[in-house]
């Protein structure tokens, strides 16, 4: 009797913790058809990214595309049947491989490509009315295909880009150059993350390695060799000092582990999901301490909440669907709509359907008013720093901004491209400024045939030049031997 009573004193003690949440029946709503984006071409690239980014004023979406890589712009509120014309923006010679919007400009969005650039774009007001082909900046520095790009969380015009020849850059937009490398990689970079002032780094990559680095100098501070937990993804928690993975475990099983940051010599918890053989995407809400995993090819998501003590994960719910996920992107904080108590929204990439279809994750209040416990104060549209003063040592913390007055407010950050000299860029003896390197056999033989062009051209210009040399030649002699000048 008296171990039934233990143990029933041990269930009990976590009961009332996980019925204290007021994000247990947190339920994921689905938009109307109208309100979804319908007939995009969604590339069909294998890449493990979400190809899709959005902000509070546009949804940006990687397409495919004959001939060099391309994505579509769509102002939100533009819902419905896309034209197959609608204009793209399309100045990238490879497929594009990430792209991320400006977290302190609605208009301005990175993206990066197999072509080794990574390039700047500045969406006009209201969206693109023809194909933008002109990037406000062109990044040259990497010598191979870039696969990642991140803008840092707290500091203006500070960008990194990850790319497969193993590192990663972090550029300066002020100047347009690369100002720092990080070097510590010894295969693909899978993913990176930052904590909350951006004075931390973490990524994973296929070297079975996940690394803690100070971002400016480049040092690794933390390292775990993850050889029963094959590390995909990682995401920093907030200001807990904890981080979050996704991988496989031996048994090739889904996995997520969450690690102290300060030492990673052992996860602190390790779970197994299931059996699939999708890749986990894992997103982090810090404000109301919720993670989210969506897995590739999967229809659901699962969300948990996290705490600093144990048990760290509890499961709230599941949100399920029979349409399988290619990738999904996330409205930023002051993107959402309070008045209907949405704590996070998805934007769910349908491959088949051509279909990007909203998800809002919703807490059920009775209430109309403003919920001020599931909207703490959470960071803004404002940078904290300067690029000089962060290459300088500086961190901050973001600057934060409430959702019930501030989140209609306009950034008043402006982004100007820097008037600079041509200058070059030298990897493995190439100027990549002067002299991009092909990437595919088509571009080859272009260049090829423009090259024999130009030597025939030549060869018939230095020949007349002989022809006309040899006249000249003839008409000195005959002004010599002329009879006026006996």
Known sequence: MAQVVAGGAQQMSWRPQYRSSKFRNVYGKVANREHCFDGIPITKNVHDNHFCAVNARFLAIVTESAGGGSFLVIPLEQTGRIEPNYPKVCGHQGNVLDIKWNPFLDSVIASCSEDTSVRIWEIPEGGLKRNMTEALLQLHGHSRRVGLVEWHPTTNNILFSAGYDYKVLIWNLDVGEPVKMIDCHTDVILCMSFNTDGSLLTTTCK???LRVIEPRSGRV???ANCKNHRVNRVVFLGNMKRLLTTGVSRWNTRQIALWDQEDLSMPLIEEEIDGLSGLLFPFYDADTHMLYLAGKGDGNIRYYEISTEKPYLSYLM??????????LGVMPKHGLDVSACEVFRFYKLVTLKGL?????????RRSDSYQEDIYPMTPGTEPALTPDEWLGGINRDPVLMSLKEGYKRSSKVVFKAPIREKKSVVVNGIDLLENV?????NELLRMFFRQQDEIRRLKEELAQKDVRIRQLQLELKNLRNSPKNC
């Open 207 to 209: 070297d079975k390695k």
């Open 318 to 327: 599941e949100f399920r669907s029979p349409a399988p996920q290619k990738g």
């Open 221 to 223: 501070l933390q390292e």
């Open 437 to 441: 390197p092909p990437r595919t056999e």
């Open 356 to 364: 990007i279809e909203p998800i809002s994750m919703i807490v059920p």
